[in-house]
């Protein structure tokens, strides 16, 4: 299995390096997560928002079993404001205003279930988040407890031909997640809330071609 995925990879990186001059392919181990959030006592669906999070992750890295996984990176945070929040623009039609929070994340998780191809992770996670909201600076500390699940395939290997060699060490995952956070947004956003989403590993790609 991790000789083809190495095969593959230099398959894919050949075009690349084409043109004959020495040259690299680096893919960090990262996870990256989309989901959605509503919060709780908030009837508005307005207030509910789209999650997107990616960044370094150790469990990414890992070519063996683990049982801990650390990460940072980035954190964004979407959603349309209620009714009142319309603008005007220059033409005078009215347009709905967005709410866009972009930041960093910090996670821990400990992986309370673990089998060969599948594992179920219990963690947590703080994040700092700054948008614009009704013409203010909007600052916002996060935090979240979380569970997830997901399927991998964990190992290293290198591998590669005349033109092109590549190594591979990590896992590959696909994964859903469910968790409950608490933010420090305006009472009309809802500070407490619930999510879910779907999650994505990849593990540290090194192609190069000479």
Known sequence: MRALVVAVLVT???????????????IPPIE???GAAAP??????????????VGVHSASLAWKPTRFDVGIGYAGSYRSLPNEALVRTIDSQLVEQTLRMHGLYLSIAYAIERHR??????????????????ERQLNVIGGSIRLSAEIFAA????GGDRNVAAFMAG????????EGTARTLPDE?????VGAGVSMRVPFILAVGY
Not at 117 to 134: C, N, P
Not at 189 to 193: A, M
Request: charged share 10%; hydrophobic share 50%; proline share 6%.
């Open 12 to 26: 894919l990186s050949a075009p690349a390096f084409a043109g004959g001059k020495p040259a690299a392919i680096v």
């Open 32 to 34: 990256a997560e989309l």
């Open 40 to 53: 709780i006592g908030v009837a508005t669906p307005e207030a509910n928002s789209t999650e997107f999070r």
């Open 117 to 134: 191809h599948w594992r179920t992770w219990l963690g947590a996670r703080i994040d700092t988040l700054s948008g614009t909201y009704h």
């Open 155 to 158: 190992g290293a290997h290198a």
């Open 171 to 178: 896992a590959w995952a696909l994964g859903v997640y469910v």
């Open 189 to 193: 956003l809802g500070p407490v809330g």
